[in-house]
């Protein structure tokens, strides 16, 4: 079990170091309609994932006080810090249930002003706490889902998102190792997290979906050994302290809207994204997506994968992931076109309207009786001061 442990890490440092796709700046804003603002909560409790609840919690609470200003800050520990992952995901799930009776159980008021917050397995029991108190028609006034380790797919979610009052905001990555070859190489059969690909659609309207992007780490370096090298940084993203690094940033009046990369693959199987040499002889082309997206389906095993522009394998997988993966990835480059195109013909009539004011304008000057006067007036210098007769020459009667 070490040997493949450390297998995985191995293959997660090459991935982070050589990932084209995932270190990208991948942060699309998968529902923006939905208002991220869940910063007006009274009580935050934050709940720590996997091994992380004998220690000392004070650097997460600093940075969920940062989200959450002038809200009392707590953390929710629980029996999670086992050597054996698939025992304390069970107790993740019990855990979940047990803090959905609890809060249930609390008076409206003091329910109506809590944040929850839960990274990792401990975003798993805020799932199951959410679920819970939906089932009774009960919410909270919102929660946060940071590099959650549950299904993609997981039964619990519409009735999380309903056990919210407000929005339920959902940060993912792309560039998470852990989840991406620790979690998806065993910790729910070959399912991928919802902490690596994100909410599926369609999205309710109360969920506020982000990316955390891989370069993030260049900008913040957490208080923990090791962290001063760039290449742990990249290798550790699934550290809380990133996620709530950036929630603060997303919550912060002052954040700048997250870019819009249309490029971002949902992950079917655990994939290195390699280049390919195959030049379509055991690989058919399924569909194409300009300017050189390709999805290909295998000829001799069956598997399906998506290609880059560049010839890297983005995605693998079986069929039915691989051609959502695709379609998600067309439509959301028609909405990226459609969005220039707007924004192409609010320019134009923009432009259109700036002539038209120039014009009448001109219109107005050139029949303007004043100018007309100004014409049949004096000749004047090039200054303001008239100019005087000529001596010895009186003016015409």
């Keep these: ?37 869940t910063n007006a909560a009274e009580t935050a409790i934050f709940v720590p994932g996997w091994c992380r609840n004998g220690g000392d919690s004070a650097q997460e609470l600093a940075l969920l006080a940062e989200a959450f200003p002038g809200a ?12 054996d992952f ?93 989840l991406k070859w620790l979690y998806g190489s065993g910790g729910e059969g070959l399912a991928q997290a919802l902490g690596l690909n994100g909410w599926p659609a369609p999205v309710p309207t109360n969920v506020v979906q982000r990316f955390l992007p891989p370069s993030f780490t260049d900008g913040f370096v957490p208080d923990a050994p090791l962290m001063d090298f760039a290449a742990m940084r990249r290798l550790c993203l699934h550290y809380a302290p990133f996620y709530l690094r950036y929630l603060a940033d997303l919550e912060s009046p002052d954040a700048a809207a997250p870019p819009d990369d249309p490029d971002v693959v949902r992950q079917g199987w655990p994939n290195l994204a390699l280049p390919t040499v195959d030049a379509e002889v055991w690989w058919v082309v399924e569909d194409r997506l300009a300017p050189g997206w390709k999805l290909e ?35 959301r480059h028609a909405e990226r ?50 100019v005087p007769p000529l001596v010895g020459h009186p003016p015409a009667p």
């Design 72 to 83: 009392r800050c707590e953390a929710h520990p629980w029996e999670g810090d086992g050597v």
């Design 1 to 37: 079990m070490k040997a493949f442990v450390a297998l995985l890490l191995f293959v997660a440092a090459l991935d982070a170091a050589a990932d084209p796709a995932t270190n990208a700046a991948a942060d699309p804003a998968t529902n923006a309609a939905a208002d991220p603002a």
């Design 86 to 178: 698939w025992a304390c995901r069970d107790e993740a799930d019990a855990e979940g249930r047990r803090l959905g009776a609890a809060l249930a159980a609390l008076p409206e008021d003091e329910r109506a002003g809590l944040a929850l917050v839960g990274h990792s397995l401990g975003a798993r029991i805020v799932v199951r706490a959410l679920a819970a108190l939906a089932a009774e028609g009960k919410a909270v006034r919102t929660a946060a889902l940071l590099g959650a380790a549950l299904p993609e797919d997981d039964p619990d979610l519409a009735a999380a998102a309903r056990g919210c009052a407000g929005s339920l905001v959902v940060v993912s990555s792309r560039g998470d190792a852990m």
């Design 337 to 386: 076109a459609k969005k220039h195109a707007e924004s192409a013909e609010f320019d134009s009539h923009a432009k259109s309207a700036e002539f038209d004011s120039h014009a009448e304008s001109a219109e107005s000057a050139e029949f303007d009786p004043h100018a007309e006067s100004a014409e049949n007036a004096e000749p004047r210098s090039r200054g303001s001061t008239p």
């Design 297 to 331: 389906r295998n000829t001799f095993f069956g598997q399906w994968r998506i290609l880059d522009p560049a010839g890297w394998r983005a995605a693998w997988g079986d069929e039915a992931a691989m051609r959502r993966s695709f379609d998600e990835l067309k439509s």
